[in-house]
Each structure stands twice: as C-alpha cells, then as structure tokens.
C-alpha cells in the first residue's frame, strides 16, 4: 500500500505520464481556453447582465490586493469562471458547503480583520435575505463594504434544477413558483445604505467604478437574466427510460459532440 506523498511521486516520476511536461500541460490548457472560451458572443451581447461577463469586468477593474467575498449561485459559480484574481487579491468563497447567507457576514469578518480595508462583496437576492439584518452591522462600524446583489429573481440553481429534470415545474424558486423577494435597493436606503443600479452591460463598466470608488458602505443592484444558464457545469443526462447518469468532472455540460470529446480526451474516457 502507498501512500499519497508516494504515489503523487512515482507519477511525476513517470515517463508514461499522460499529462507530459509541464510546459506542454500549460500548452494544452490554452488550446481548451482559446477553442472553449466562458465568455462567448452570447454572453456578452444581452439586455440584460450576464453574470460571467459581469465578474470579467469586475476583474478587469478592480485594483491589486482588494479583498472579495462571494456568495452562493451564481456569485459563486460565475466567479470561479470568469474572475481572474490578481496579485496580493483575496478571495473568500464557501463553494464546497454552498449556504446561503454567508457572504455578508464573510465580508464583515474580512473587513474587520484587515482593519477595516475595503472588502467586495458579491451575492445573491435571495442569500442576502438570509442575513440582511447584517447591513445595519455595516452601517453601525461605518464599514467600507461594496456590496454587488446579483438579481436573477429568485434563486438561479434551484430553477435551472427544476428546469432540466422536472419539465420546468417551478416549487419555491421565482414570484411565480410562490418565492417572493424585496427590492434590494429600498431595503439598502432604508438602512441608509448609498445605492446604484446596472441594468445592461453598457451601463457596467461606469457603474462597477462607481462602487469600487465610493468611500463608504454601498449597495448595486445587478439585473440579470432570470433565465440565465450557469455553464460549463458537471451535469446528469436522463435516459429514456428516466434513469439518471451521472457524468465524470471532464465531461461538462453543454455535451461535446462525441467525437469531439474523445479528441481532447488524453486518457479513455469511462464508459456510460
């Protein structure tokens, strides 16, 4: 028995390594970024915001060693796909527990202990119900927190869900389906919170450089598409017959065509 220091040992060591050098593992990784880009025409040319092009462009702006903490949905699954962090930037992110709430109160313990640098806070209209008392903590410690409410009305992982594998029948995940949310904007005046809008994409980059540069606490309500699809994502297939498989981590949806998918294949694949 190895093992893991061993084993992850004997395969660097290996000459049959699939992978190669790691110059030629950084070459194939480009080939997948330039042949599979996330942010495509269709992303970029909605009315509304697409979240993916949102986090390139909060990337793209927002300064060297800035403090972020992001939520749930599409806060989360956006983000790691689209935000490139840069030197001396943090991140704090709950993507493996994935609770609603988190991300205000992160960014509040964040702010604090770098006493009380500006922090960016990413999240969701429905996860920032779940501790929406914590802007009045915001409020009270006068903190520099820049908070961006992704707005898809309602929550985006349980519809896409209930989309895919039951035919569309919506339970608790929009207005219709019986999940109602406040506007966001009114909640943050009432708490005597600095607001701001965007609504399109040509409006983004004026109005994300707004928020990073305003000196206190500040609230920007993001519209985004409520039928915005959150991919490349790890998916199941339904057979005909209504039994489920579950696909491996190299196979995202939306599917390759098959084909296709074996050529970047560097080992077999696993049989369905």
């Not at 509304?48 to 300064?63: M, Q, T």
């Not at 991140?91 to 964040?110: E, F, H, K, Q, T």
């Not at 908070?147 to 207005?175: D, E, H, P």
Request: glycine share 6%.
């Amino acid at each position: 028995m190895q093992d893991a220091k061993s084993f992850i040992t004997d395969l660097l060591n290996s000459e049959n390594n699939a992978i190669g050098s790691k110059d030629q593992w950084l070459k194939k990784c480009a080939e997948y970024k330039a042949n599979y880009p996330n942010i495509t025409p269709e992303r970029q040319n909605t009315k509304s915001v697409d979240s993916y092009y949102f986090f390139k462009r909060l990337s793209a702006l927002s300064e060297d060693g800035r403090t972020f903490a992001f939520g749930n949905g599409a806060a989360c699954v956006s983000s790691y796909q689209s935000f490139d962090v840069k030197p001396n930037q943090r991140v704090a992110v709950n993507s493996g527990y994935a609770s609603m709430g988190y991300d205000l109160p992160a960014a509040i313990g964040a702010c604090f202990a770098s006493d009380k640098k500006e922090v960016i806070c990413v999240t969701g209209d429905g996860s920032i119900q779940l501790n929406i008392q914590e802007l009045q903590t915001i409020v009270h410690h006068k903190l520099p927190i820049k908070i961006f409410v992704l707005n898809n009305q309602g929550y985006i992982s349980i519809r896409n869900t209930q989309k895919a594998f039951f035919n569309g029948y919506f339970v608790g995940a929009n207005k219709e389906s019986g999940l109602g949310l406040p506007d966001m904007v009114r909640v943050a005046e009432a708490y005597g919170i600095q607001t701001l809008t965007i609504r399109n994409h040509e409006e983004l980059d004026t109005q994300i450089s707004k928020v990073l540069s305003y000196p206190g606490p500040i609230l920007c309500d993001v519209k985004l598409d409520p039928e915005e699809e959150m991919y490349p994502k790890l998916s199941s297939i339904m057979r005909e017959d209504g039994t489920m498989v579950s696909k491996p981590l190299e196979d995202l949806y939306p599917f390759l065509d098959r084909d296709e998918f074996k050529r970047n294949m560097i080992i077999k694949p696993l049989d369905e």
